[in-house]
């Protein structure tokens, strides 16, 4: 466990950086926003649905070139100014949304001008300072959205329906001021990974790679049918009838199964074929999709619990595979781009679940459809284990 207790700092101050980044943050707020901002405005479900679309947008345009200026300038400085970057933009989205417009092009420029605080820049660290327990360490580092996932619609949703919403941007605004000198204090003491950078490879020769064209498409589909439905989960329960309070807490469990889906999957990387974990962990949250779609509200918390495993499992396999298949020299920008596709389907799954609940005034075909996607991901990553032995030697 050298490894563990050489670069615990890092480990800490990334931990901390992903809890109070973008991913976490916003990304697990943005259900908690939908409902209040909406009904402020007397926007439809499927106008508010547009906030998370052009915002994932804005993240997906901006992740393979912030990969690419990783490469280059190193991840703790991309990490930090992009934190900072963050606090910003919270606070400008309570203080300046004022219609559609602009609540649009808020999203937008939080996303374009954040995604450095994203796993993008932590991973990058935790790959160069641990190799033969990567798995596990990714998957402790990237526990930290679990916290977020967890923690922000348990607290957040009562705090807006006594404050209002624009005190809940404030509220996040302050949690990452608070958090950047904390993570700046962890990662310069641990300093940025010693890792020859020779010109970079063109973009469209990562892309044209078998590897990445074979992960962009199942990240892809997965993000569609977990990171859609996410989003769209307190709605769903607050249309069912649960309180602000009950709902929080079943959407706060989300939370807890990214945290256990996240320990799974670095213990079950570092000893099974990554192509398995990555099936298997979609395949679960389709049966359970479908179950939630089949069954009822009734069965909310164990549709929750499947979708926070595959939520938890899906970065660090992202970040896994891209350290198995690609040299360390283009890590940023072939992880940026694959994570550029994740993040496209982040933003088309709220906006397909939102413009099926207003076509059928109900969230079953929306819950179908995002089955599916994680049905057809399961299938494809069977694929990944031919791709890393050929590729790169590596069994799994």
Do not use: N
């Not at 074929?273 to 009734?298: I, R």
């Not at 938890?312 to 896994?320: K, M, Q, R, S, T």
């Not at 550029?340 to 075909?365: E, H, K, Q, V």
């Amino acid at each position: 466990m050298s490894e563990f207790r050489r670069s615990w700092q890092l480990l800490l101050g990334s931990f901390i950086g992903i809890a109070t980044g973008v991913s976490s943050l916003y990304f697990y707020s943005l259900g908690v926003f939908l409902k209040p901002v909406a009904a402020e405005f007397g926007w439809s479900r499927g106008a508010a649905s547009l906030g998370p679309l052009v915002g994932t947008l804005g993240a997906a345009i901006a992740a393979a070139p912030t990969g690419r200026l990783m490469d280059r300038i190193g991840p703790v400085r991309t990490a930090l100014v992009a934190m900072a970057l963050l606090a910003l933009s919270f606070a400008a989205l309570g203080v300046m949304t004022k219609g559609l417009a602009a609540f649009l092009a808020l999203s937008f420029f939080l996303s374009l001008i954040t995604i450095g605080s994203t796993p993008l820049s932590y991973t990058r660290l935790i790959v160069g300072a641990f190799d033969r327990h990567r798995g596990i360490a990714l998957g402790v580092t990237l526990a930290a959205t679990g916290v977020g996932a967890a923690l922000i619609p348990t607290l957040l949703s009562p705090y807006i329906s006594v404050h209002g919403w624009r005190a809940g941007y404030m509220l996040l605004a302050s949690v990452v001021v608070i958090a950047i000198p904390i993570v700046a204090v962890l990662l310069r003491q641990h300093g940025e990974p010693q890792i020859a950078r020779p010109a970079l490879l063109p973009l469209s020769t990562v892309i044209e790679q078998p590897a990445f064209q074979l992960l962009g498409i199942v990240f892809l589909l997965a993000a569609i049918g977990v990171l859609g439905t996410v989003v769209h989960f307190p709605a769903l329960l607050s249309d069912a009838g649960l309180s602000p309070q009950h709902a929080g807490t079943i959407v706060g469990s989300i939370g807890v199964s990214v945290i256990v889906g996240r320990g799974i999957a670095g213990l079950l990387l570092d000893r099974v074929p990554a192509a398995y974990v990555a099936a298997s962990f979609f395949a679960v949250s389709a049966g359970g999709l479908l179950l939630l779609a089949v069954g009822g509200v009734q069965f909310a918390l164990p549709g929750a619990l499947v979708l926070g495993l595959s939520a938890g499992a899906e970065i660090d396999l992202v970040a896994f595979l891209v350290s198995r298949l690609f040299q360390p020299s283009v890590y940023g920008t072939a992880y940026g781009g694959i994570y550029a596709l994740f993040l496209l389907g982040g933003a088309l799954g709220p906006a397909i679940m939102g413009t099926l609940f207003d076509l059928t005034g109900s969230y079953r075909l929306p819950l179908l459809v995002a089955s599916l996607c994680l049905a057809a991901a399961a299938t494809l990553s069977l694929r990944i284990t031919r791709l890393l032995i050929h590729e790169a030697g590596f069994r799994g």
